[in-house]
């Protein structure tokens, strides 16, 4: 199976502390036509490999150790380079259930695969995201892409981030000027003491 977009330009990493997993991660993104794949055994590893080599989408497992894909996302989202902590990934689990999907969602998740793993579905998961338009978004509790769950109007969400964006730059101008006052104010007072003492 070819995924309907061309792969071969991409660069992903595989992150699993199974070796067989890795390989089998990497067989299907062979099929689907890719040529440039590393991989890690765990989340610190990925991140020590992203900090000197990032890829253009992460494909992780969920139970991992020492770090975990739930520790493994916090960090990454976490990141002080914007580039690094908005990688795409696509998170790989052998839980169902609706709270499980939801909890990678809260963590910035872009997509969620369950376990077994289909060309197919890897195919779809990667065409959305270099397709879709989600831009990441900050707003108390979560960062990441623009939740497209039913019930999240994308828009409203968009309008909340750049509002409150807005904000904490007027926060931050206000606290700016209130320090170059203070700053002034003191020196006035320097200033007025040197005079009277001379």
């Not at 690094?84 to 999907?101: E, N, Q």
């Not at 730059?169 to 003491?193: L, N, S, Y």
């Amino acid at each position: 199976m070819r995924c309907g977009i061309d792969l071969a330009g991409l660069s992903f990493l595989v992150v699993d502390d199974s070796a067989f997993m890795r390989n089998a991660v990497k067989t299907v993104l062979a099929e689907l036509g890719t040529r440039r794949v590393t991989e890690a055994s765990d989340g610190g590893q990925a991140l020590e490999q992203i900090a000197w080599d990032a890829p253009d989408i992460i494909i992780c497992d969920w139970l991992m150790k020492p770090m975990g894909g739930e520790d493994f996302m916090r960090s990454l989202r976490g990141d002080p380079t914007y580039s690094i902590a908005t990688l795409p990934v696509i998170m790989l689990t052998s839980f169902s259930g609706r709270d499980h999907a939801l909890t990678a969602a809260r963590l910035g998740v872009n997509e969620f695969i369950q376990k077994p793993l289909t060309p197919g579905s890897l195919a779809r998961r990667i065409e959305r995201i270099v397709t879709e338009d989600r831009p990441f978004i900050r707003v108390p509790g979560y960062f990441g892409p623009l939740p497209r769950a039913a019930g999240i109007d994308g828009a409203k969400l968009r309008e909340i981030a750049q509002r409150r964006a807005r904000e904490r730059a007027e926060e931050e101008a206000d606290a700016r000027h209130m320090a170059v006052e203070a700053e002034v104010e003191a020196q006035t007072e320097i200033g007025g003491e040197a005079t009277r003492a001379a």
